[in-house]
């Protein structure tokens, strides 16, 4: 991905995303997640991107843990330029704050509608559009304010539409790709005011761009069908002069 406003000089980096980790059991559990850290690590990323929902609590799993045990083994992932999150609607039904304290605890970035400056980029966070939570406008004036290179964090797909020019990479997860999609059918349900738009993998739509990531948990159902877990890694880099 070639992005505007890429500093003069400054190398691509290789960014990681992923979303919807979902832990509890019976399919992910801690010591899972662990096994998912050590894929990371081996990966050698220079940033990771976190796009919420790193609880369950559906009433099908067999265990449900803390945040800081559900986030506890990020604690080894130290990525050149840091890890940044948002949270989703399961955080926030859970509890947000102490959602914001554990992934404090393990090192990462939490952007709640603000943005921070990672080397050359200006990584805007948008808060949960699911549960109305998201604020567009302040997060893409925070990332005006930083310079660099715009990408937008964001749990849901939703807000893509509302996306300025200016932001010409959008990163978000939260319809699990449908998580169940049956053949001919498709998709139950992609949790998005969109439908099968921007359900699943890239979008390219009025010169930007969207990447909508599987995740790697189950909600409702601790059942995956047709629609793999997923992790994205997007080497990102200047506009050609």
């Known amino acids: 991905m070639r992005l505007a406003g890429w500093p003069r000089g400054a190398p ?10 979902h832990v509890a059991g019976p399919d992910m559990p801690p010591a899972r997640l662990a096994r998912i850290v050590w894929q990371i690590e081996a990966l050698n990323p220079d940033i990771v ?24 083994p990020f604690e080894r992932l130290r990525p050149r330029l ?34 921070a400056r990672a080397g050359p980029l200006a990584i805007g966070g948008l808060d949960d559009a699911f549960t109305d939570r998201a604020d567009v406008a302040a997060t893409v004036r925070a990332m005006q304010r930083l310079g660099g290179a715009r990408l937008l964090l964001s749990h849901s797909p939703d807000p893509f539409p509302a996306m300025p020019d200016e932001v010409g990479l959008m990163l978000a997860g939260h319809t699990h790709c449908g998580q169940i999609r ?8 992609t949790m998005s005011e969109h439908g099968e738009r921007y359900a699943c993998g890239r979008v390219d739509e009025g010169g930007r761009t969207l990447i909508v990531t599987a995740g ?8 995956r069908l047709g629609a793999r877990p997923d992790m994205w890694m997007v080497t990102l880099g200047p506009v050609p002069r």
């Open 216 to 223: 790697l948990g189950t909600s409702i159902l601790p059942l």
């Open 182 to 189: 049956l053949p001919l059918i498709g998709a139950v349900s």
């Open 82 to 115: 840091g890890i940044f999150a948002v949270l989703g609607n399961h955080d926030h039904w859970r509890d947000a704050v102490e959602a914001r304290r554990a992934l404090e605890a393990v090192g990462m970035r939490v952007l709640d509608n603000e943005a």
């Open 49 to 72: 991107l976190i796009a919420g929902d790193f609880v369950s609590d559906k009433r099908t799993a067999t265990q449900t843990y803390s945040f800081a045990r559900a986030v506890e």
């Open 12 to 21: 691509p980096i290789r960014a990681l995303l992923i979303s919807d980790i």
